[in-house]
């Protein structure tokens, strides 16, 4: 059985070009810089056509390793805070499964203990 981080947001008005071009950076360098080659990464879907007012939509399947979980949960949840703040007027909902993940302000999307230094290195 597969986890995955699902992310959406939802609005009225479809992204400027100013947003989706914000959006295409934020993607293009997440997915440079994601530390495995052999796993998922931030993944947008075209959805445009499906529901108009779902602006941005994606997820990411979650390693099966223990060892990478918590890298590759950081990693696509910071760029999903990324998202959020390009496009901050939108109705955001991120879930792992059935799990929401909350937003702060300050910190954006984050599980409890994600930065912890053992968790993230398996120690």
Known sequence: MSVSLY??????????EVEAAFVA?????????FPYDDEE????YDRGDVDPQEVV???????????RLM????????SVTELRRAVPDAEWRVHMD????????TEGYALPGMRD????HGF
Not at 71 to 78: A, M, N
Not at 98 to 103: Q, R, S, T, V, Y
Not at 117 to 120: D, E, F, N, P
């Open 7 to 16: 992310y959406s947001a939802h609005r009225t008005t479809p992204l400027t």
């Open 25 to 33: 950076r934020i993607v293009t360098a997440h997915t440079t810089s």
């Open 41 to 44: 990464s931030l993944y947008l």
């Open 57 to 67: 939509a994606g997820s990411t399947k979650m390693p099966f390793q223990p060892d």
């Open 71 to 78: 890298p590759v949960v950081v990693h696509v949840l910071d």
């Open 98 to 105: 059935d799990l929401d993940i909350p937003w702060d302000d």
């Open 117 to 120: 230094a053992g968790l993230i």
